[in-house]
């Protein structure tokens, strides 16, 4: 520490002796240097510490819109800057709504001159001039209504009005040209296109569609082909389309949103593709199953039958038992038989199950829905997905077949995850950062009440240092002289013969030399008359 102290000491020693052998015109210069860099430090700082007294009024203003919010503002004395080669007006923003509500009720700015042209009227105005006058009229409707679209940020309408003849043969058809520019970052869809071609066309008399052009700000044609592309597409493709896709859209914030709670967000990103199923289909399906519990007799049909028969034997047979006569015997009664006959024909119930299908339009076929991870490498650093990337890819893959509705094992279906879930780890880009600019600290030091001001002190300043390093300059050139003069008289006396007495007196200052005349008069005196001198003497020691 001590070591430090005397190196500081040394140092500002150093400093000090250099600043004396300095001589003055360099140390007037210097502090002056000194002083213009502390000024112009302390009004950046201020002038950057200041938030601009001014805030937008109106911004991206043609020519005559400008004019005249200007003239207005100047007659109602209010402050004002043009700012974008004067397609910006800013006013203090205590101004800055009154304003507004103040020249809304004046209709300014008017935009585009619309119908209101007709409020006026010149005296020998032709019909001529009242169809000129028309056509920029309807221009200026078709403008303002089309840049009341959202994605609307300026519109031009150019009308290309046939002039009527007598003869159908030789009538041409009206024509129009729009111009759009739209909101950055957002572009029109064909149905808003077809929208505006629609518009215009039935804004104008006899004015179709396919005589209207539509182009951006780009200089490209939006309207190309649009109509034979509504030719093609039908409503029923149009609705599965947007069924599609809002599935899709579904599915696909539902998986972002839990990666990014767990991976945080702008680290991942999800795409998701589906096919639905829009055939209009029905299944029936039959079953026959036995009752467990026992038959069910659905019919029967059952008869019987029984009878008796008594047999006698014939006589006169032919035959040895009935012609020899040792052999014959006589039975009186004869032989008796009975029978019986059922006949039985039973039907039984079978259970009949009929399960009838309806398959809704619409359904998603699981076979065919894929989903494409993209995961940053820097976002897995602080989630807990595993320790190698096997492991991580399992984890996101399971919880993305979880969030769209992926399973395996499904009935009538084949699905694998590692088929339809896509996950891949890599370093995203980034953008470079460009380096950090401070915008608008030169116009908001310019543009400082202050700097006037600040101008004329620094000019005094400079104005004063330059009437002191004068005055210097001439005190230092005299001095000059006057010692040349002395060396000059020097040397003169130098060759000439000089009494001691007067060199000696030229040496005294002008008090000694009057002391040293007075005290010779008073030698002489008392040299010439003594008595006189003792007088004088004794007079003044009767005064002391």
Not at 23 to 46: D, Q
Not at 251 to 262: C, F, G, N, R, V
Not at 376 to 393: F, M, P, R, V, Y
Not at 427 to 433: A, I, K, L, N, R
Request: proline content about 4%; overall charge negative.
């Amino acid at each position: 520490m001590e070591s430090f102290v005397e190196r500081v000491k040394q140092w500002a020693g150093q400093v000090k002796e250099y600043w004396g052998k300095q001589s003055l015109n360099r140390k007037v210069l210097f502090a002056g240097l000194v002083l213009l860099g502390l000024l112009a430090l302390i009004i950046l700082l201020f002038a950057t510490g200041q938030k601009d007294p001014y805030e937008v009024l109106y911004a991206e203003l043609d020519a005559k819109d400008a004019s005249a919010v200007v003239a207005r503002l100047e007659e109602e004395k209010i402050n004002y800057k043009l700012v974008d080669n004067g397609t910006t007006i800013l006013v203090p923003p205590e101004y800055k709504d009154s304003t507004r509500l103040k020249l809304a009720g004046e209709n300014l700015p008017r935009g585009e001159a619309g119908f209101e042209l007709f409020q006026e009227s010149s005296f020998g105005e032709t019909q001529t001039d009242k169809q000129i006058k028309y056509q920029a009229a309807l221009q200026g409707e078709l403008a303002r209504t089309i840049q009341s679209l959202d994605k609307v940020k300026a519109a031009k309408v150019n009308l290309a009005l046939a002039e009527p003849t007598l003869f159908t043969e030789n009538e041409e058809l009206p024509k129009a040209s729009v111009v759009i520019r739209t909101v950055e970052g957002k572009k029109l869809s064909p149905e808003e296109i077809n929208g505006i071609l629609n518009l215009v066309a039935n804004s104008v008399d006899r004015l179709e569609t396919d005589n209207v052009v539509i182009i951006d700000q780009d200089g490209n044609l939006i309207s190309e082909d649009l109509s034979s592309l509504y030719a093609n597409v039908t409503d029923t493709i149009k609705m599965q389309m947007a069924l599609k896709n809002e599935y899709e859209k579904e599915k696909q914030e539902a998986i972002q949103t839990m990666l990014d709670k767990s991976l945080g967000e702008n680290n991942s990103v999800v795409r998701v593709n589906v096919e639905l199923d829009f055939n209009n289909r029905e299944q029936v399906d039959t079953r026959f199953t036995h009752d467990p519990d026992g038959p069910f007799v659905r019919s029967e049909d059952v008869s019987k039958e029984s009878g008796t028969e008594t047999t006698i034997n014939p006589a006169n047979v032919p035959g040895t038992d009935t012609n020899i006569p040792e052999y014959l015997e006589v039975d009186e009664e004869g032989a008796v038989s009975t029978w019986d006959k059922s006949h039985i024909i039973r039907n039984y119930e079978i259970n009949e199950t009929q399960t009838v299908t309806d398959f809704s339009q619409g359904d998603v076929k699981y076979d065919y829905l894929t989903v494409a991870v993209f995961v940053n490498n820097a976002g897995t650093q602080q989630a807990n997905l595993g320790d190698t990337e096997e492991e991580k890819i399992t984890k996101i893959r399971n919880i993305v077949a979880s969030a769209c509705g992926l399973r395996e094992n499904r009935d009538n279906e084949s699905v694998r995850l590692e088929d339809h879930v896509s996950v891949a780890f890599i370093d995203f880009y980034t953008e470079p950062e460009p380096e950090p600019v401070i915008p608008g600290t030169m116009d908001k030091i310019l543009s400082s009440p202050y700097i006037p001001w600040v101008v004329v002190l620094l000019a005094l300043i400079i104005i004063v240092l330059a009437f002191l390093l004068y005055r210097r300059r001439e005190r230092t050139r005299r001095e000059l002289e006057e010692e040349m003069a002395r060396q000059a008289e020097l040397e003169a006396v130098a060759h000439e013969d000089v009494d001691v007495a007067d060199l000696i007196e030229t040496s005294l200052s002008p008090e000694e030399q009057e002391r040293r005349r007075v005290r010779e008069e008073i030698d002489k005196i008392i040299e010439e008359s003594p008595e006189t001198a003792a007088q004088v003497l004794k007079a003044w020691l009767l005064e002391d």
